[in-house]
């Protein structure tokens, strides 16, 4: 359903992001916010997200394309992460405890999940 999400008209948050190769960075493809947020990349949980490994730098509202996210560790082949869209508090510093993840129209959380391929 996640990748649904990220194409559903009249939406105003979304997040797509395309199976990319192992390393210490993400590319977003595409993020469209209505307010300004952050792409958070998680971990895999037994199919859900887990723990923060990479943070966006803050994002302005609206739509933001090849978003860069460095992750805390290299990522592994084959392994799940999650995009997610977080809010900000308005400090411009992201916090867990404060800027809450992103819900759609339908109050499911906004993120994608993706596969790390093999690294060339």
Known sequence: TTEETATVPGEKNLVAVSD???GKTI????VLLEK??????????KGE?????GTSKLLPAGESTNVV????????????LYAMLHTDDGDGKFSATTDNPITDSQGE??????TVEAAE
């Open 20 to 22: 990319y190769t192992a």
């Open 27 to 30: 590319t977003v493809v595409s």
């Open 36 to 45: 300004p947020g952050y792409v958070m990349i998680h971990e895999d949980d």
């Open 49 to 53: 997200p887990g723990k923060i490994i």
């Open 69 to 80: 996210v460095t992750l805390t560790r290299t990522s592994k082949e084959a392994e799940v």
């Open 109 to 114: 959380t906004v993120m994608m999940n993706f």
